[in-house]
Nanobody
């Protein structure tokens, strides 16, 4: 069983920054970790993933050059640094763990999910 707990969400003005954290239990250093988001009335969307050794990272086009995913395996934590935030980034953000390292943008490939943290960007 893997438990994931997100933190760091909040209200920020457009152009501002936030850093999300996701603390994990289990053999964290062997998982691919992903961030997803879901805006009201929309389907869940892939944001980014990072492989177990940080060798590979992948982002959805809309956040490239603004968001950075990173991890600290010693702290069992994955981060999402979000800069130059836009109102369209408003969503509940979820971290997820892929125990089989499928390196997927498809949420159905992830085995465990956190409870989510709200990010609201005002214009």
């Amino acid at each position: 069983q893997v438990q994931l707990v997100e933190s760091g969400g909040g209200l920020v003005q457009a152009g501002g920054s936030l850093r999300l954290s996701c603390a994990a239990s289990g053999t964290f250093s062997s998982y691919t970790m992903g961030w997803f988001r879901q805006a009201p009335g929309k389907e869940r969307e892939f944001v980014a993933y990072i492989t177990e050794s940080s060798a590979r990272r992948n982002y959805v086009d809309s956040v490239k050059d603004r968001f950075t995913i990173s991890r600290d395996n010693a702290k069992n934590t994955v981060y999402l640094q979000m800069n130059s935030l836009k109102p369209e980034d408003t969503a509940v953000y979820y971290c997820a763990a892929d125990l089989n390292n499928r390196r997927s943008t498809d949420g159905s490939r992830y085995d465990y999910w956190g409870q989510g943290t709200q990010v609201t960007v005002s214009s």
